[in-house]
């Protein structure tokens, strides 16, 4: 049985994997910080399962700024692969948490090698980037080989993630792998996050606990695709015979505006009755459109996502329409 350690295991992205891992027949071991203490939901289901918990799924106290945590979970558990889902991954925070961004989303992706080359140099490493890097590009699509133009002291941040995982993999052979993803989301996205802001407000919207939708810039466009997909993507990755870069994408873009009208679609609303624009929303700096061009991973493992974006926004609608209801 493979072991495997998923640093992040709490958010949306980790919670999927772990769920891809068991289903493969993994051992799974998960990292959990103080913070996310009580902040359980998008794995309690694995925690309530007796058959699982305790016996395929393990959870073990950390967190990214204290080496001697990653240290003794790495040591302990003696991985054969290690995802790292952890970061602050909130381009908004990013720009008022300059510091506690560019240390947890960068520099702890430094600790977390310098660890496993020192502790056993076989394990295999998954670092998941974004397409945030591009930032402002010439491009109408980006690939492995596009030039970096971060927009956002996260995605700065990345990028530092991106070329330390590539340092220890050219320096020193680790197995060390990365992924630029573009805009994923579901059902466990955080309110915090527009698209699943967009489709909880609809359901509270026709369930009648919400009367108006706040958002700011509609015109952006984003690539957007399906979380759990992108996981089951990272983990062909890791099976690769050699470890390399890929983007993992859509490659089709839609605006906010789009994702808007498509919710309230999905519950035959009409989204003008309900939204009102607040340019205090609107971020400081913005990025090109971003698309992903996935002929790289296509071509090496077959990458082809299903989930797109009319059946990811029904998806998420239907889960927050259930959620409100019996909330």
């Known amino acids: 049985m ?9 958010g949306q992205d980790g919670s999927y994997l772990a769920e891809v ?14 913070s996310a203490t009580g902040n359980t939901r998008n794995i309690e289901h694995l925690i309530q399962n007796r058959e699982i918990f305790n016996h395929n799924f393990f959870l073990h106290r950390g967190d990214l700024a204290d080496a ?36 947890i989303t960068g520099a702890a992706v430094g600790r977390i090698l310098e660890i496993i080359r020192q502790v056993n140099h076989k394990i295999r490493y998954f670092q998941p980037c974004t397409s945030n890097m591009f930032g402002l590009t010439p491009t109408a699509k980006q690939n492995e080989s596009t030039f970096f133009n971060p927009q956002s002291p996260y995605a700065c941040a990345k990028v530092f993630a991106y070329y330390l995982t590539r340092y220890y993999r050219q320096a020193f052979g680790l197995f060390a792998s990365g992924a630029i993803l573009y805009n994923h989301e579901s059902p466990r996205r955080t309110p915090e996050y527009v698209t699943r802001k967009i489709t909880q407000a609809v359901a509270r919207i026709y369930l009648g606990k919400q009367k108006k939708l706040v958002l700011g810039d509609l015109s952006a466009r984003i690539d957007w695709g399906y979380s759990k997909e992108f996981m089951e993507a990272a983990w062909q990755i ?47 700096s913005k990025t090109s459109s971003l698309v992903g061009d996935i002929t790289k991973a296509r071509k090496t493992f077959g990458f082809s996502p299903k989930i797109k974006f009319k059946k990811l926004v029904k998806l998420m609608v239907e889960a927050d329409l259930e959620r409100e209801r019996v909330g």
């Open 2 to 10: 493979k072991k495997a350690l998923i640093l992040g295991v709490t």
């Open 68 to 103: 001697t945590s990653i240290f003794r979970i790495i040591n302990s558990v003696r991985p054969q692969e290690i995802y790292n889902e952890a970061d602050q991954d909130h381009v908004s925070w990013s720009y008022d948490m300059v510091g506690y961004s560019a240390d």
């Open 238 to 284: 890791m099976q690769l015979d050699k470890a390399d870069d890929f983007v993992i994408a859509t490659g089709q873009s839609h605006s906010v505006k789009e994702w808007v009208e498509e919710a309230f679609s999905v519950l035959n609303l009409k989204p003008d009755k309900y939204l009102v624009i607040d340019p205090k929303l609107i971020r400081p």
């Open 21 to 34: 891992l068991l289903e493969k027949g993994y051992q799974v071991h998960g990292m959990l910080r103080r």
